[in-house]
């Protein structure tokens, strides 16, 4: 060291470090491996990277503030992105920073770091790895590096790295790493080994017109042969079964020649090559590739050199010699090319499993002739205008372009989508998995070349998509000066093996990527692990496309893409938007319906043809309460793709009811199931909890609640009138309307039971086919690991220690199912429901819980055995014959609070197994009994308290033919006289009643904190129809104040009501009303369709002694006399009569205003009486004021003209002479 500071013995205390610093370095990283080939001593070599330091800088004063770093340091010690330079001046850094951050304002320029780099060049082999990527070395590691302009000189010379940006990619659980970007090309320190001058082989040069003509010649002889021309295409990196190639083609006007370079020593030629370069390669052999019969190519040798012409070479030369600025880079920008490819294929054309290979490009030339994007837009729009709004799959070509742009956006590094310019969105998928980032982030500007563009092949991404196929080439211009957020794409993304495994089309593979994120916001991490859910999405894409995805797709034939003329590849055709659905979340679902429920309401809508003659107190009831009914496919929240639903079903405890849930939110179900006869259930089998659904079909039910303060029908459009409002919102939906994404272990078994009974139903159908794509993935996951692992020992040795990326978990029922494989101990119970209470708030104290109002019901059970001992859970398995030895005997089963979630599930005739877990305790499910004392017989059976934690299993399901075989019809009730009934029918009518004023319901402040489930003080009337006999109707009566909402009551719906009170009014007319027991259960969802007219009857079946049958009906007569008439105003709000405009009411005196007088002046109330016959019978028959008119055959201005009239006298009426009709008492 003494020798080489004696030159500078003037220099600082500071300056005198830094060399002795230098030096040390040059000792320890660099001469070990540089000075034995070159036989020079640390001395010599510490002053030759002193000198090509002082020449980068251009000035001959040290460097002091710069650090000269190992390899190792790098790695391990900067942990964050940064970027140095010996030739940028600070302003310079600055003035690049801001432009930086204007560009793209969300994002930091890199900051600023002063470190010196100098290490070796070498190709992948130094790191293991035949992969023909650039790597810097010297003694303590080596790094990947990224590199805008390279040239094959640089292999193996000892380099000067002037400007760089350091990139760290340090993913948890991982080895410390990074890659650097050269943005200033390196600069030689030794000029290494004595290249190979080929000029002797260059003067036996051929074009690529004689060497197509070559290739085309059967007979041709084994020599080599030199290949001089333009290049034209780049294809990427490949590897396949561990061999690394790739192929380039040469042009010559409209001759071409495909070049294959399979030699490990000439990989490193990738990042040399770039579209329009003249390059000159040697030693070139004739040969055919296996699996592209018929066609020959060209391809490398261990001889084989490539050479630019020797003007693009001495320019080459010139910027190894010198530093340049980044300025200076840019503007010498060609590259040396370089290729590789396999002569013989390395697997079958069928075996196109791509690996992530591929290295940035650079050149600078763009391609001539070819149009603008802006000009595809407006042509593409102009088609785009013809599409109808729900368009079927159409097929369109895309086109060859090239493009240059900045990106803006990386949108999914692991499935190679990226945004240019803020609009362009790009697709890497179909070409191999860059190493690293490869550059790719947002500030870089990149070079796209042989680029297919497609427009709009999905409306979820941008409209203008460049997708990058096996012939397409992408090159790093500028690489990018802002900090980013760093993603380290996985080398085996589960989504593009999905992509390569099911030969996706890019729109598919689009809207696969779509759903991958959009089920990973809303499933994962709580039901659905990270590694899970590209299979979720798969089995969604494949429901989505239905028949579509069954049909045959041909395979990709990698050498027919890259070489073969006219170009084909999975990327010359593509569908326009397939499948044509988009994933609702929840809570966008949920926000569409309650905008919807307004902005579908029409207040005039809800009002009868007699609205104009209704008073307030007839008027405003009818607007308290409506719906507003739309199938699923009508729902539009962002795109005007049909929505699908998935989420996870669950039973909700706070509202008695099952939901579909996801991240996002969640929404009530009203779920019936259908059997293969066509018979529904009242109920779902417990198996669907826990089951991940998708859901295409479905009714959208929106309830509206309003309060109303309306004078008459004709301020209906003021909005001031309405005093409160809110709405439910929840979906009806069919069991064989939801389609099984991951079952539960539940759900499993009964598959399995169907499928070793031979029967198979939709739900088993839908599990069998789930579980034989879980096979499938498992079992090309294990083949993608075996082949991964081969070609990893092959490349790299038994030291590279494999890693799987992908740990599958058993779905949303995970927590569930893995209990199931240990042994759980645990006591069962088989009980047949009876009977079941309804849910409703009631005060109970339970030993654990304070006194207090809680949810509760009651369920009356016969058990069919005695309590059973298992080391195992044995869920919803068929019952075995133990556990049905013993007698039958009555229990109470009370479910409180949590437990109340188990009310939608259970149903009455079905058999449930009831299992406690954890314990071998058989006492815990035999329930308790009040003692009896003095004598008293108690007729109460056991009660059992069911705890939160146990679990309730369905083996057998009553269809609902049986289910209503203890209960009655309308047509029953009508004629029976018990005072308690259960029944069941068609709801035809629901109307919201008043509440009853002055009563103040005692329960109201304890219930209205239970999370909104209670509508407090609502009270309706439901009209029941008759299911087999529509004439027949009945009235029932429903308090819902103190009970969780009931959804799904809405006209048509099919009701099981138990336990109702049957009454008789004064004028004989029967109706039911609601007891704290009653039970109501839908069974069937209301129909969308218009319920149809009620049936034509004879005024004979209306005779006197069926008065109190409650008969609908239509009847066709003719009238035989007009009995009475009567025509008067009257007040809105009182009802007293009007009389030249003023209410005649004086005790109390009415204290309506004016303008209540103006609303009031438009409701005549009147009736009109008439006789008529049919020849079965006579019957008076009363008009409502709508129809006198017409009754009367007055026009519209006569009907007018007689309401004035009638305004100035306030009431009028008219009596006919005969038919024995007796006059009032006051006229």
């Keep these: 060291m003494d020798e080489f500071l004696d030159p500078f013995k003037d220099c600082t205390r500071v300056e005198q470090a830094w060399l002795g610093d230098l030096y040390a370095a040059v000792r320890d990283w660099i001469h070990p491996a540089v000075g034995t080939s070159l036989g020079w001593s640390v001395g010599k070599l510490a002053e030759t990277v002193l000198w090509i330091v002082r020449r980068t800088t251009g000035s001959q004063s040290l460097p002091v503030s710069y650090k000269l770093v190992s390899v190792s340091e790098l790695l391990s010690r900067q942990l964050s992105p940064c970027c140095s330079s010996l030739t940028w001046s600070t302003s310079h850094y600055r003035e690049r920073a801001r432009e930086a951050e204007q560009a793209l304002p969300n994002h930091k ?343 297919h563009f497609l427009f709009r092949p999905t409306p979820f991404g941008p409209d203008a998509m460049l997708c990058l196929c096996l012939r397409s080439s992408v090159c790093v211009r500028a690489f990018s000066p802002l900090r980013s957020k760093i993603s380290t794409p996985r080398s085996d993304s589960p989504l593009l093996c999905y992509l390569l495994e099911r030969n996706l089309g890019v729109s598919e593979y689009l809207w696969l990527c779509y759903c991958h994120t959009a089920l990973t916001e809303r499933l994962c991490p709580r039901w659905v692990c990270e590694a899970r859910v590209c299979v979720v999405a798969g089995r969604l894409l494949q429901f989505a496309l239905g028949e579509e995805e069954k049909r045959g797709k041909q395979k990709r034939d990698i050498y027919r893409e890259m070489i073969q003329d006219p170009h084909t590849c999975p990327l010359t055709e593509y569908s326009v938007s397939r499948p044509h659905v988009s994933v609702c979340s929840l809570k966008e679902l949920c926000d569409w319906m309650e905008k919807e429920c307004w902005e579908s309401l029409s207040l005039s809508s809800l009002v009868p043809p007699s609205g104009p003659y209704l008073a307030h107190a007839q008027l405003n009831p009818l607007l308290c309460w409506s719906t507003h009914t739309l199938p699923l496919r009508s729902c539009s929240t962002h795109t005007l793709c049909p929505p699908l639903l998935v989420g996870v079903l669950e039973a909700s405890s706070s509202r008695a009811s099952v939901r579909l849930m996801d991240q996002t939110a969640a929404v009530d179900c009203v779920c019936v199931e259908s059997s293969q006869s066509g018979d529904q259930l009242a109920t ?209 089963l009370q479910f409180v609070d949590s437990s109340v979630r188990w009310f939608p599930l259970l149903q009455p005739g079905s058999v449930y197994r009831l299992t406690a877990l954890n314990t071998e305790d058989v006492s815990v499910l035999c329930g308790s009994t009040v003692p009896a004392k003095g004598g008293v017989t108690l007729l109460s059976s056991p009660s059992l308290l069911v705890q939160p934690q146990w679990r309730i299993h369905t083996l057998t399901q009553l269809l609902l033919s049986e289910q209503i075989q203890g209960m009655m019809s309308v047509s029953d009730v009508l004629r029976c006289s018990s005072e308690v009934v259960s029944l069941y029918g068609v709801i035809s009518e629901r109307t919201t009643l008043e509440e009853e004023k002055g009563k103040t319901p005692a329960l109201r402040s304890l219930i209205s904190n239970k999370e909104q489930s209670v509508e407090q003080g609502l009270r309706v009337r439901l009209t029941l129809q008759d299911s087999e006999a529509p004439d027949r109707s009945l009235q029932v009566y429903l308090d819902l104040s103190h009970v969780p909402y009931i959804p799904g009551l809405i006209p048509g719906a099919t009701v099981l009501l138990h336990d109702f009170q049957r009454k008789v009014s004064v004028v004989k007319n029967v109706y039911c009303w609601s007891l704290p027991v009653s039970c109501v259960t839908v069974t069937g969802l209301g129909s969308l369709k218009p319920r149809p007219p009620p049936p034509m009857m004879h005024l004979g079946q209306w005779a006197p002694g069926r008065a109190g049958q409650s008969i609908v009906g239509r009847v066709r007569s003719h009238v035989v006399c007009v009995l009475s008439l009567q025509l008067k105003w009257v007040c809105s709000f009182c009802g007293s009569v009007f009389k030249q405009s003023v209410c005649t009411r004086t005790c109390p005196p009415c204290d309506s205003n004016t303008g209540i007088f103006q609303a009031e002046a438009n409701l005549c109330v009147c009736a009109h009486r008439v006789a008529v016959e049919d020849g079965t019978g006579e019957a008076q028959v009363w008009f409502s004021t709508e129809t006198v008119a017409e009754l009367l055959s007055l026009a519209a201005t006569d009907w007018e003209g007689l309401q004035r009239h009638v305004r100035v006298r306030g009431h009028l009426r008219v009596y006919a002479r005969g038919r024995n009709m007796v006059r009032p008492q006051h006229s």
């Excluded at 040399?272 to 020959?296: D, E, F, K, N, P």
């Excluded at 082949?787 to 092959?794: A, L, M, P, V, Y």
């Design 109 to 451: 320029a890199l900051p600023r770091t002063q470190l010196l780099l100098i290490g070796f060049l070498c190709d992948g082999r130094i790191s293991g790895q035949c992969n023909g990527c650039w790597r810097l070395r010297d003694v303590t590691g080596s790094v990947h590096c990224e590199v805008l302009n390279s040239s094959p000189l640089w292999l193996g010379k000892l380099m000067l790295l002037p400007t760089w940006n350091y990139i760290p990619q340090n993913a948890p659980g991982k080895e410390l790493g990074g890659y650097l970007e050269l943005i200033d090309s390196p600069v030689c320190v030794t000029s290494g080994p004595t290249e190979l001058d080929p000029g002797e082989m260059l003067n036996e040069v051929i074009g690529v017109r004689k060497a197509a003509r070559i290739l085309r010649q059967r007979g041709s002889g084994r020599g080599c042969v030199c290949v001089c021309g333009e290049v034209r295409v780049v294809c990427p990196l490949l590897v396949i079964a561990g061999k690394c190639f790739f192929c380039f083609i040469l042009a010559e006007e409209d001759a071409s020649v495909p070049i294959l370079v399979t030699d490990p020593e000439c990989v490193h030629w990738r990042q040399c090559v770039c579209v329009g370069q003249s390059v000159c390669i040697t030693a070139l052999r004739v040969c055919s590739v296996r699996g592209w019969a018929g066609h020959r190519v060209l391809s490398v040798t261990p001889c084989s050199h490539l050479r630019l012409n020797p003007h693009t070479e001495e320019q080459r030369d010139n910027t190894h010699s010198q530093s340049d600025t980044l300025a200076q880079s840019d503007s010498h920008t060609q590259s040396q090319i370089e290729t590789q490819s396999d002569t013989a294929s390395p697997t079958s054309h069928e075996s196109t499993q791509v690996e992530a290979q591929s290295l940035s490009d650079s050149h600078t030339q763009s391609l001539t002739g070819t149009h603008t994007l802006d000009t595809h837009l407006q042509q593409e729009s102009s088609d785009l205008a013809q599409m109808d709004a729900h368009p079927p799959a159409r097929r369109k070509v895309s086109k060859i372009i090239s493009y240059r742009g900045r990106i803006t956006s990386v949108l999914n590094a692991e499935a190679g989508l990226y945004e240019i310019d803020g609009k362009v969105g790009l697709c890497l998928a179909y070409q191999p998995q860059r190493k690293l980032s490869g550059g790719l982030r947002p500030g870089a500007e990149i070079e796209l070349q042989n680029v």
């Design 684 to 892: 779902i089998n417990t198996a669907w909890l826990g089951c991940l659904v998708c859901i295409r079909n479905c009714t959208l039910v929106m309830e509206r609640f309003l309060k109303t303060d309306f004078p008459s029908w004709k301020h209906l459009d003021q909005q001031r009138y309405i005093t409160h409002k809110h709405c439910r919102v929840y979906i009806q939906v069919c069991v064989k309307d939801m389609h099984i994404l991951s079952p539960s272990a539940s759900m499993t078994i009964i598959s399995s039971e169907g499928r070793r009974e031979g029967e198979g139903g939709v739900m088993e159908e839908q599990v069998e086919g789930v579980q034989k794509a879980e096979c499938s993935d498992k079992m090309s996951h294990t083949g993608r690991i075996k082949r991964k692992r081969e070609s990893e020992e092959k490349r790299e040795g038994h030291n590279k220690k494999y890693r799987d990326s992908c740990n599958y978990s058993n779905g949303p029922d995970d927590a569930e199912g893995s209990a199931s494989t240990m042994s759980v101990p645990c006591v069962t119970l088989l009980l047949c429901v009876d009977t079941k209470q309804g849910v409703a708030f009631r005060n109970l104290q339970t030993a654990s819980q304070t006194q207090g109002l809680k949810l509760s019901f009651t369920v009356k059970v016969t058990c069919l055995g005695d309590i059973q001992r298992w080391d195992r859970d044995p869920r919803n398995e068929p019952m075995e014959e133990r556990e049905g030895a013993g007698g039958e005997r009555k229990m109470e």
